[in-house]
């Protein structure tokens, strides 16, 4: 059974990008378009891993690693931050929020895929 990731940004052409790279290896992909249908979809489905963007309108990326790692089903699930954020700082924040990895857009698909792979399989 494919492995099934969540993948939420609200660009659409990322989330196009991210879906086609994801579902050519095999995985099944279900996108969202901001941090709080994230929400609601992690809510509604379990997922093997969730990729989020930080910066998005009605809750950024933080916020939703925050909202999904007090849920039992999302405490121990490797969540990705793909996010044009870079600095020192802002992946500080992820750690702190207990994000699993941070990628730098614009993102390689091979390493997308590499990485993806080390923490679900």
């Known amino acids: ?11 659409a052409s990322i989330r196009q990008m991210v879906a086609f790279t994801l579902k ?10 901001d941090g709080q249908d994230g929400l609601n979809k992690a809510k509604s489905g379990k997922f093997d891993l969730v990729l989020t963007d930080q ?5 950024d990326g933080l916020t939703l ?12 699930t ?8 870079s600095s020192d700082d802002m992946k500080a924040k992820g750690r702190a929020a207990k994000a699993t990895g941070w990628l730098v857009k614009p993102f390689d698909p091979a390493k997308l895929l590499e990485v993806v792979k080390k923490v679900i399989g």
Do not use: C, F, H, W
Request: without cysteine; hydrophobic residues 45%.
């Open 65 to 76: 690693i925050q909202s999904l790692r007090v849920l039992p089903q999302y405490r121990s």
């Open 1 to 11: 059974m494919a492995k099934k990731i969540l993948t939420v940004d609200d660009a």
């Open 24 to 33: 050519g290896a095999g995985y099944e992909v279900v996108e969202a378009v």
């Open 78 to 85: 490797p969540i990705l931050m793909l996010t044009t954020e």
């Open 55 to 59: 910066n998005m309108p009605k809750m």
